[in-house]
């Protein structure tokens, strides 16, 4: 079956550090990714989308994500981390003519 | 600006109760959806659309239906609600076509069932 998991249910980040959330994904062909985030008692934001090509992907806010076929990962990553980062992160994927699988959220807390 | 509406935000409804969660989108879009979240699971798929009277069940159809009889609206019902039945709504839109394209979500729906 097809899947999307997040390794990660809770991460704790000191502001200013860098950031890696995992994303792991079991399709049968590549599928289109995506990263959403959601701020507490917000919708979802999308970040940064994958399709093909190149495999670094740059999105809002200062969000770049990396798609490694021979991992079936899809990790996104900051450089550095702000207070305003913390969130719930969500990464999803589909293939055509289905709709969104999302992983269950890995949130992010952000120590001063 | 794209815009996905679901006309209540907050809602508290007694068991058993036929539960109505209502959302219109304004581009024109052929796909829409329902997910709810919970937390710890994330986003799990209700129903999906494709078109006008086209549906299709998701991970978690029991205790639900749908109903697209306009494009720009997909509504969902809770037949009889119940506790577990508790939880935030999001609709969604996406136009038809590469499925790559960019889905919209709504601002959520907060359902609590007494």
């Known amino acids: 079956a097809q899947s999307v998991t997040q390794p990660d249910i809770h991460i704790t980040v000191s502001e200013g550090a860098s950031l890696e959330l995992r994303c792991n994904y079991s399709y049968g062909a590549t599928p289109y990714l995506f990263w959403y985030v959601q701020s507490p008692g917000q919708g979802l934001q999308l970040l940064l989308k994958?399709?093909?090509?190149?495999?670094l992907v740059q999105g809002i806010k200062g969000f770049e994500a990396e798609f490694k076929r021979s991992q079936s990962s899809f990790n996104l990553r900051k450089p550095s981390v702000h207070w305003s980062d913390a969130a719930e992160y969500f990464c999803a994927a589909n293939q055509a003519g289905t709709a969104l699988i999302f992983g269950k959220g890995t949130t992010l807390s952000v120590s001063s | 600006d794209v815009k996905v509406t679901q006309s209540s935000r907050y809602l508290v409804k007694r068991t058993g109760e036929k539960v109505f969660l209502e959302c219109v989108q304004d581009m024109d879009h052929e796909n829409m959806f329902w997910y709810r979240q919970d937390p710890g699971l994330g986003l799990r798929l209700i129903y999906f659309?494709?078109?006008?009277?086209?549906?299709e069940k998701g991970d978690i159809p029991e205790g639900y239906s749908v109903s697209r009889e306009k494009k720009e609206r997909f509504s969902l019902i809770l037949e009889s609600a119940s506790t577990n039945q508790t939880s935030m709504y999001l609709c969604a839109s996406r136009r038809q076509g590469d499925s790559g394209n960019t889905i919209y979500f709504g601002e959520g729906s907060w359902l609590t069932v007494v």
């Open positions: 659309s494709y078109d006008v009277k086209m549906k």
């Open positions: 994958y399709f093909s090509g190149d495999t």
